[in-house]
């Protein structure tokens, strides 16, 4: 599986969009790019995935590049219960294991 | 909607003494996830089960063994316990379609604590 980098850190505004970036530019035609997040403890939550469209579902939005090396994960209107690390995983196809990077810890602020 | 269940939630062993977690897949999936997770580390991929059969197998030591029930539900076995086992133990599960994408979806954990 591709590697991916991601910030350590990030900080926003409760209501404001946040935009997580991922670098994955090693990522092979076949891959997904899959985001996943853990609020402190509980079990990773699956968030969107998406193959090479951007897509959309009631959680968040996902942008792919169209050379596919990178993406952005976009929560549009940030609550504080969005507070988690979140981590961008690229994936062959279903029934893979999942390797997790050291993700983004996202803290949003009242 | 059902979710993965995992049992027990919290478990105290000793050293050298043995574990069994337990983990109930959400209905009509086929593949189910095992992930270790240590004290401030990301989770680690330990080992997969498709329809029974061991599927994948990651840096799982040799004093673990895990397998997949026929009603699907899975048990990951701990022998000789260690102090470095301790840690939030997760398991999902999901579809799997060669050539589909499936997310897995995670239980909540069982916390570990050898001492």
């Known amino acids: 599986d591709a590697k991916t980098t991601q910030p350590p850190s990030m900080d926003c505004a409760e209501g404001r969009a946040a935009n997580l970036p991922c670098n994955h530019s090693t990522i092979s035609g076949n891959e997904y790019v899959y985001w996943y997040r853990q609020i402190h403890s509980q079990g990773p939550q699956y968030i969107i995935h998406?193959?090479?469209n951007n897509e959309t579902n009631e959680m968040a939005s996902l942008i792919i590049t169209e050379d596919r090396k990178s993406s952005t994960l976009i929560l549009p209107h940030a609550t504080l219960r969005d507070t988690a690390v979140y981590y961008c995983?690229?994936?062959?196809?279903?029934?893979?294991?999942?390797?997790f990077g050291e993700g983004t810890q996202l803290t949003v602020n009242p | 909607a059902a979710g993965v269940i995992q049992s027990p939630r919290h478990l105290i062993k000793e050293k050298r003494e043995t574990a069994t977690l337990k983990c109930y897949p959400i209905p009509r999936h086929d593949t189910v996830y095992w992930y270790q997770q240590g004290p401030g580390q990301d989770p680690q991929f330990l080992i997969s089960?498709?329809?029974?059969?061991?599927?994948d197998k990651g840096s799982i030591p040799d004093r673990f063994s895990a397998q997949q029930f026929s009603d699907y539900h899975s048990e990951l076995n701990m022998s000789s316990l260690e102090l470095g086992d301790s840690a939030l133990y997760f398991c999902a599960s999901s579809l799997a379609l060669w050539g589909y994408s499936y997310e897995q979806y995670f239980g909540p954990g069982t916390r570990l604590t050898v001492t």
């Open positions: 089960f498709y329809e029974k059969m061991q599927s």
């Open positions: 998406g193959l090479k």
């Open positions: 995983i690229v994936q062959e196809t279903s029934g893979s294991r999942l390797t």
